[in-house]
């Protein structure tokens, strides 16, 4: 009877100890579900302080300026006297530089991301996939300088009216400088893709071709969508290799053969240039940074909208 | 006899130990000097940095290249013990620095002769007077071809080449050129790298660019100078015209700004000498112009004067030629 | 006409294939050409003085000993800040977080940070690191403002490579008793490391050849020291190669070629050195 009730005891005391330990446990959890919470958080903080930055000189910008002037002016010479705080050449500029990259880059770049996980074998996966995220590594400035030294020159074979600065170039290294990112980003999404759908498509007698458009790439579409925006927004916030190789001239103009200047280039300029603090014409560099937030913020909103409607579930 | 013979062993070891202390008194300098600002200034800089630290191991010497502005921010901040500058010193930086309480002197260090070039291939320019340049510089000018310069010349379009709206020489010109400082056209190729410029001239007949010497130097065979008429016949630019101040109104000089802090520190003050000192030899291995060797002696009773002096900050120029050449190009 | 239908797939398919396969090699020539032109200008500046002395006005005497251990300690210092930061706010968004309107706010904020231009990482750097956290010019001010830079990379990759793992393990770990940490810890995060070691590569690589933000923060362009320790003053690969391409000196174009090459050769090693482990971890799902 007596050793019954030890054992009894026994199996209670037990039980308690991992009731005790499953307390202890969820307690640990609270801690790390906390610390990976400010993780997050500092992405926030982040912003919070290039914004709380940014407004405030532009803010003294504004004071000076009137927002409608600055927005749809033509004519930017804030350095020049007569000045002028007219953004729209700026805009142009990256909008051409932008769109001459997404160009080039996107198409590539997922086709590229399908040869490798589709077609290649795994020997030469294992040998392109790292050759490209060498072109990743490269330093923007060689990129820039690349584009001045070879790419302009060799197009000026085909094209004698091109300028040594000039947004063709700039464009043409942006997009090697992305293509990476979405070449790298999509082959992992095309890879997470379950096998078991590609095995039913070719199983009701699909091609290769067929299988990869019409299975894999609709199911990974928001990790494609997902690459293209990271892609895209690398583009739009390239400063060195536009500022090398696009140019530091302002102008309303679509022809990428001439100078133009868009406005990370214009904040690397001032900021790393002679302009002393304070005057309105530094501050112009804030002015230019709020607008570029707010317009790869508009940019981003769109994206999410789209992305929540293509996220898919694979079980 | 013997107490002579311990009197002169005795005076021996002293004056033995006085000199080692002297000597040793070069190495023992040690702490930091920080130095940024203009990158055009940064290669007479560095390579003053480099011979000092040579002579002085324990001090460690760094130069940063935030561009003058930037520089200015920083030193008026009192982060930075010396700018580089490659113009001088704005009314909003002085307040800026009276408002922290960090006092300064302004010391020229060497010229640069800004260079005014064209294809290599041109040759119908022989030289161009100063109201020729402000003619096809100035805001809205109506120059669009050769010919609108002087009637003679054949009807192609001009492109123009200069450095970025942002940088000292771009200012300096400007100021020289045109009568105000910025005050420019918009519609030429710029460029804050002047090895980009060499590259556009000499890929462009019918370029008109310019830039710093020293750009023009390196690249002479490949580039045509212009002979610049500032009122006295046409100059082209070379050492000795730019040094002896002939060759106007574009040689400008460039300056070091010492924080008034800093120079308490033994081994700036010993920096700012070496430089001074060795500026006229330093500045030509780099590609820069000498000031004349009276006016780096000018130079240096200027800073001597100034570390004995209470006063916070000494601006302007009192080397005669140098405030010459800023206000009249002369 | 089933069998022309069928003839007429193939050739698709094959057009397709051919396309798709020329198109990834075309990367490789790109960066082919690009070593090719660079090696051209700079190999015969490579050499152990190159790698062993400092700066100098005179391109013989000239080296890249300063910058080179400068670009490793801020690989070092931002890898070992970025990447637990990076990984845990991913972990946190992709797998605790609830579905409401905050998460998605910060969804937001981290796909626009990847599109804030480098430079306005500078400014933050200077104003947060630099000035209010007294932390001066020092390596590792520059290692946080690129952390902050690079970090959108990291979590964005991650959270698509989290993403990747199917449910199915997690509700098998689940099943069987285990807590959403040890279920992360064991079973989902070996299973997205591949993922997750791409992001760390980009992001990385990034952050190597990065400049404008640096010299805003005050990194360096002449040092004659090596940073000894995270609070030291330095400079990096990029900005002396960027130095050295803007003065008008033909040597100093071509020690700027060498000090690329110098770079890409870091960044092969780096590079290498994922990519085998994640080659390692691939093998063994």
Known sequence: MKSNQTKIESKLASEAKVFRGGRAKSWREEVIKTTLFFCALISVLTTFSIVFILAQEAGGFFQDVSVFDFIFGTHWTPLLEPRSFGVLPLVCGTILIVVGAASLALPIGLATSIYLSEYASIRIRSLLKPLLEVLAGIPTIVYGYFALTFITPLFRTFFPKIQIFNAFSASIVVGIMILPMIASLCDNTFRAVPDSLRQGAYAVGATQYEVTTGVVIPSALSGVMSAFVLALSRAIGETMAVTLAAGATPKMTMDPFVSIQTMTAYIVQVSLGDTPAGTIAYQTIFAVSALLFIITLCMNIVSHRLLHRFREVYE | MNRLFVCL???????????????????????????????????????????????????????????????????????????????????SEIQNAEQNGVGFIELPVAYDGLSVVINRNNNFVDHLTVTELRK?????????????????????????????????????????????????????????????????????????????????????????????????GPVSPSEKTINDGTYKPLSRPIFIYVNKTGSKRAEVQEFVRFYIKSAPILTKEVGYIPLPAKEYKNVQDRFEKWLKNPLLSEKVSSGAKIKKVLLEGN | MTTQNLTRRHRVANLFHGFCFTVAWTGVVILGILLFHVTGEGLHWLDLQFLNDFPSRFPEKAGIRSALFGTLWLISLTATIS?????????????????????????????????????????????????????DRSVLAGSMTMSLLILPIIIIASRESLRGVPSTLRQ??????ATRWQTIYSHVLPAALPGILTGFILALSRAIGETAPLIMIGALTYVAFIPEGPMDEFTTLPIQIFNWASRPQKDFHELAAAGILVLLIVLLFMNSFAVYIRHWLERKI
């Open chain 2, 9 to 91: 062993t005795l005076s021996a070891v002293f004056l033995f130990l006085v000199c080692e202390r002297n000597s040793e008194a070069k190495e023992r300098l040690k702490g930091k000097i920080r130095i940024d600002g203009s990158s055009t200034v940064f290669p007479i800089t560095e390579a003053v940095a480099e011979e000092f630290q040579k002579l002085n191991r324990k001090v460690r010497v760094t130069v940063g290249i935030s561009g003058t502005g930037g520089g200015f921010k920083k030193f008026s901040a009192g982060e930075i013990d010396i700018n580089d500058a490659s113009r001088t010193i704005k009314r």
């Open chain 2, 136 to 232: 096809i510089w100035q805001p809205g000018s109506t120059v669009m071809n050769w010919s609108d310069v002087r009637p003679e010349w054949p009807e192609k379009a001009i492109h123009l080449y200069g450095p970025g709206t942002d940088s000292g020489t771009f200012d300096y010109f400007t100021k020289v050129i045109n009568g105000k400082s910025q005050s420019s056209r918009s519609d030429f190729t710029a460029s804050e790298d002047d090895n980009v410029l060499v590259m556009g001239v000499t890929g462009d007949e019918n370029s008109l660019g310019y830039f710093g010497f020293a750009y023009y130097w390196e690249n002479r065979f490949k580039l045509k100078l212009v002979p610049v008429d500032g009122g006295e």
């Open chain 3, 83 to 135: 990447i637990p930061l990076g990984v845990g706010a991913a972990i946190y968004l992709e797998e605790y977080a609830p579905k409401n309107s905050f998460t998605r706010f910060i969804d937001l904020n981290i796909s626009n940070l990847a599109g804030v231009p480098s430079i306005v990482y500078g400014m933050l750097g200077l104003v947060i690191f630099v000035r209010l956290f007294d932390l």
């Open chain 3, 172 to 177: 098998a770990a689940f099943a069987l008793g």
